[in-house]
């Protein structure tokens, strides 16, 4: 079993910051990648950032330069920072693994709400 404990959502004006963690625990031998998606009320899941152990990146088009995703091995976790936020930004932000185990199990946090709201 693999859990994924989010934290750092919550309620922030436009302009403003946040950062995002995810912790992975539980049957872990490696991880391949790790990221973030969101979901807006009405709209599909969607790529926010994701990292690779190998270090290659991927970013959502609109979250480009204000964005950086970064991950610590050894504790298994994964940050998001989020600079100047927009209403749009506003959703559901899941974290999401995928294992290194010959098969690439994915997994899924809960979500973590944010509102970009003044």
């Known amino acids: 079993q693999v859990q994924l404990v989010e934290s750092g959502g919550g309620l922030v004006q436009p302009g403003g910051s946040l950062r995002l963690s995810c912790a992975a625990s539980?049957?872990?031998?490696?991880?391949?990648?790790m990221g973030w998606y969101r979901q807006a009320p009405g709209k599909q899941r969607e790529l926010v950032a994701r990292?690779?152990?190998?270090?290659?990146?991927n970013y959502a088009d609109s979250v480009k330069g204000r964005c950086t995703i970064s991950r610590d091995n050894a504790k298994n976790t994964v940050y998001q920072q989020m600079n100047s936020l927009k209403p749009e930004d506003t959703a559901v932000y899941y974290c999401n693994i995928v294992l290194r185990d010959g098969i690439g199990q994915a997994y899924w946090g809960q979500g973590t709400q944010v509102t970009v709201s003044s």
């Open positions: 990292l690779t152990d190998g270090g290659r990146t």
């Open positions: 539980g049957s872990i031998f490696s991880i391949y990648a």
